[in-house]
């Protein structure tokens, strides 16, 4: 498997404008993890999917933030519209249920580098 | 909640030298796992203990749990270059929330 897949690696945009970020999990797993991370803040969970369904999403700065994930193979971010503060690295995660419910090991993916301007 | 706070924030150490982090959370656990970020790529997991283990071994890697202190270190014996990174540790609620902390940033200096 070539392991959790984002897109795009890097991306810059205008304030005001639209960004939508994508993920391929690995196939099999079951859950899905978006995190955003910044010198200030560190990592932040964002939202997480079981099986497609969202099961967390308190970690979702406002409105302006809303992700989806229609099937099992595919994610996707959306921030409309962008402000400079959301600048940061978007990590995917994915990961399979462990024993007995636990969560197991979770795959990142490499980050996509949002610069918004 | 905060499943996650590693302490130092930072250290630096020279190449041969063993390396001790750890890991402080809040709410009960199933298991804890840490986690290693190269400079501009993503977390990779590095070992994962369960809350009924109390020590376990990986290569150079030695992680132990103490439930009663919330707690949990990570040693690496012998270091090395390469071990430079930021290490993050994580503590599951059975899949609730999966929280990282803050990170220690470990220099090895050749």
């Known amino acids: 498997d070539a392991g959790v897949i984002q897109s795009p690696r890097h991306e810059v945009t205008e304030m005001g404008q639209e960004v939508t970020l994508r993920c391929k999990p690995i196939s099999g797993h079951d859950y899905l993890f978006w995190y955003r991370q910044t010198m200030m803040r560190g990592l932040e969970l964002l939202i997480y999917f079981n099986n497609n369904v969202p099961i967390d999403d308190s970690g979702m700065p406002e409105d302006r933030f809303s992700a989806k994930m229609p099937n099992a193979s595919f994610s996707t971010l959306k921030i409309q519209p962008s402000e400079p503060r959301d600048s940061a690295v978007y990590f995917c995660a994915s990961s399979f249920p462990g024993l007995a419910g636990e969560m197991g090991e979770l795959f990142f993916g490499e980050g996509s580098r949002l610069t918004v301007l | 909640s905060q499943q996650g706070e590693e302490d130092p924030q930072a250290l630096s150490i020279q190449e041969g030298e063993n390396a001790t982090m750890n890991c402080s959370y809040k709410t009960s656990i199933n298991n804890l796992q840490w986690y290693r970020q190269n400079s501009g790529r993503g977390l990779v997991h590095l070992i994962l203990?369960?809350?009924?283990?109390r020590e376990k071994h990986s290569g150079r890697l030695r992680v132990t749990l103490d439930t009663s202190k919330k707690s949990s270190s990570l040693l690496i014996t012998a270091s090395r270059a390469a071990d430079t990174a930021s290490y993050f540790c994580?503590?599951?609620?059975?899949?609730?929330?999966?929280?990282f902390g803050p990170g220690t940033r470990l220099s090895v200096l050749p």
């Open positions: 203990i369960r809350s009924n283990e």
């Open positions: 994580a503590g599951d609620n059975y899949g609730q929330n999966f929280v």
